[in-house]
């Protein structure tokens, strides 16, 4: 529907995106029985999994967990493939759940948000956007002429955590006559390394999973390596049905033992209680290996201490910093693949055969730690050095602006004009990751306070949407015309983040966690560890009558 600044349309509600926190907002909405519209600069849902499609592209939760719960019917058709889902299948799984829920009618495509801003008049937000264009960062899209107008009752966000490519700003990028692009905005047809020379710069979760796949067909693969990282292999194979017939034939049983895991995942492995420091460091990398040769996350459960105390932290980090040493046969590149850091502090990678890639003639490492890429040129990079590589393709696995880029690269606006930007200047404020104050009536699905990224997201995404969808049903209940987070609860809330981060090893590495990742980024630690306390604490704060939330009659 077409809409301008004299005659906006008016729908009960606004969300912003059509990943997966999008459409099943969407439906929750309708379930409410509210009109609502949902804005997604792609040209299809999907989110995130619809904009990494760079080779190798695998989420690193098993499948028959990463999905949605809401409706059994759904959870039992959908038959999955591989033990952990490629992105082309998730992408399926996504566009299967809009067309199924008929979901489609309510999204506009091609569209970005540029400003939403609450009326203090009328006590609505007012949304313009306009069309989305190019690939590598179509975030900056000014509102041009085009720029539609719509009037919400609730704005809602749902952004996703790691969705605002961070492509760095090196001098003479515009240059490079060769193909560039970002892991997070891989161009839809694809791009054929056949025969090039091609650079990738990054080394975190999208960076070792393209490596091995582009080093296949590549002629020549340099890896630009900043900062060394741990990953665990995958283990990824075909699900055998048998398997996923089990599961599905007592699905609840899953789903709540993930409601009650730490990262919302891995109710089929072990999570042992005790503590590594416990036992000989023999017997510890007996049980590492074990759990070496399973893959995936089970090998953080090994020990309930790794993430939390230093010297446990050093047990299972030697026994990853062996491994490579095993896999690399070249001493030299074995060490400058080895992390500094503690194991887990940056994001825990799973990988397939990222190590062994480096035992490949046509793969070389390029520690650019201090020796940086300065210059990008026509026929390639060149580093401080003065060292020049020729290059045909240039992909950055450089990551994100995560958890606030995408919402600051909106102008949103709350009460009296206060942009969202000035509310944060010294990092996100939320009250539970759901609510800001001075902006009533917004909710942010997984919003920097939560736990999302340190958890599954999709059990995630289902506990704020379910809370969002109890509350409006709540207000419109009581009769409350808006909802806003106090600046009491919401001093409390990020100290209470803080503190809690305070008691792991996440805030000791430079990681995207803390925004450590982006030049001049305020440094916080953004998300909350510790799914099952937060998903209760949310729980009581509604029983509560919405407590540290101002209610305002109508
Ligand atoms: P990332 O973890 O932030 O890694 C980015 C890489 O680029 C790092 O090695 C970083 O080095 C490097 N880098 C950043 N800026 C640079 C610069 N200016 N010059 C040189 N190197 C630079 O990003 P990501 O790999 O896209 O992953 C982000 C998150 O997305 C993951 O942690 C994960 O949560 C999620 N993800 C998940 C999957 C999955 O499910 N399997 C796959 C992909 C992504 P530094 O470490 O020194 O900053």
């Not at 008929?102 to 609450?118: C, E, G, H, M, P």
């Amino acid at each position: 529907m077409s809409t301008n600044d004299q005659n906006p349309v008016h729908y009960d509600a606004v969300v912003i995106g059509a990943g997966f926190a999008g459409i099943y907002m969407l439906y929750k909405l309708r379930q409410l029985g509210l009109t609502a519209k949902a804005y997604e600069t792609g040209d299809d849902v999907g989110g995130t999994w619809y904009w990494n499609r760079y080779p190798g592209a695998r989420c690193d939760v098993e499948s028959l967990e990463y999905c949605y719960s809401f409706d059994p019917e759904l959870e039992q058709e959908w038959e999955w493939t591989e033990r952990y889902p490629g992105q082309p299948e998730i992408l399926r799984y996504a566009q299967h759940v809009a067309e199924r829920y008929d979901l489609y009618r309510d999204i506009q495509f091609n569209t970005k948000v540029t400003k939403a801003a609450f009326d203090d008049d009328t006590g609505r937000w007012h949304v313009s956007s306009a069309p989305a264009v190019d690939h590598i960062d179509h975030n900056h899209a000014p509102a041009g002429p085009d720029a539609d107008l719509v009037t919400a009752e609730y704005l809602i966000t749902a952004v996703g955590c790691l969705s605002s490519s961070n492509v760095p700003d090196v001098e003479g990028i515009d240059t490079f006559e060769g193909e560039l692009c970002h892991t997070g905005r891989y161009p839809k047809e694809g791009i054929d390394f056949a025969g090039k020379r091609v650079g990738v710069i990054g080394t975190g979760s999208s960076g070792i999973q393209a490596i091995p796949v582009i080093a296949e067909t590549a002629e020549h693969l340099t890896v630009f390596q900043r900062t060394p990282q741990y990953a665990i292999p995958a283990r990824n194979h075909p699900l055998d049905p048998a398997e996923q017939a089990e599961v599905k034939a007592d699905y609840r049983k899953l789903r709540e033992q993930n409601k009650t895991q730490h990262g919302a995942l891995g109710a089929r492995f072990d999570w042992n209680e005790g503590s590594v420091l416990d036992v000989e460091v023999e017997e510890a990398f007996k049980e590492f290996d074990a759990r070496w040769e399973i893959g995936g996350f089970a090998f953080l459960g090994a020990y309930s201490d790794i993430a939390r105390t230093p010297e446990a932290n050093h047990v299972a980090a030697d026994f990853v910093k062996d491994k490579i040493r095993e896999t690399v046969t070249d001493p030299e590149v074995a060490e400058r693949l080895i992390p500094s850091t503690y194991i887990g502090c940056k994001r825990l990678v799973l990988d397939t055969d990222y190590f062994i890639t480096y035992n490949r003639e046509n793969v070389t490492l390029v520690d650019i730690s201090e020796n940086t890429i300065t210059e990008i040129t026509p026929d390639g990079l060149r580093t401080v050095d003065g060292t020049s590589y020729d290059l045909d393709v240039i992909v950055f696995a450089t990551g994100y602006d995560a958890m606030t880029g995408s919402l600051l690269r909106i102008d949103i606006r709350g009460r009296e004009g206060l942009p969202l930007a000035e509310q944060w200047y010294a990092g996100p404020r939320t009250y539970l990751g759901l609510g800001v104050p001075g902006f009533p009536n917004m909710f942010t699905i997984t919003g920097p306070g939560s736990p999302s990224v340190l958890a599954n997201m999709i059990v995630c995404i289902e506990q704020h949407v379910d809370w969002i969808g109890d509350c409006i049903d709540h207000m419109r209940a009581n009769g409350h015309r808006h909802i806003e987070a106090t600046e009491e609860a919401t001093e409390a809330w990020v100290d209470h983040v803080n503190l809690v981060a305070s008691y792991t090893l996440y805030p000791t590495c430079n990681s995207w966690y803390l925004g450590a990742n982006i030049p001049g980024k305020t440094r916080v630690f953004m998300p909350l560890p510790g799914f099952p306390d937060y998903a209760q604490k949310c729980d009581e704060v509604a029983a509560a009558g919405y407590e540290g939330f101002a209610l305002i009659q109508s």
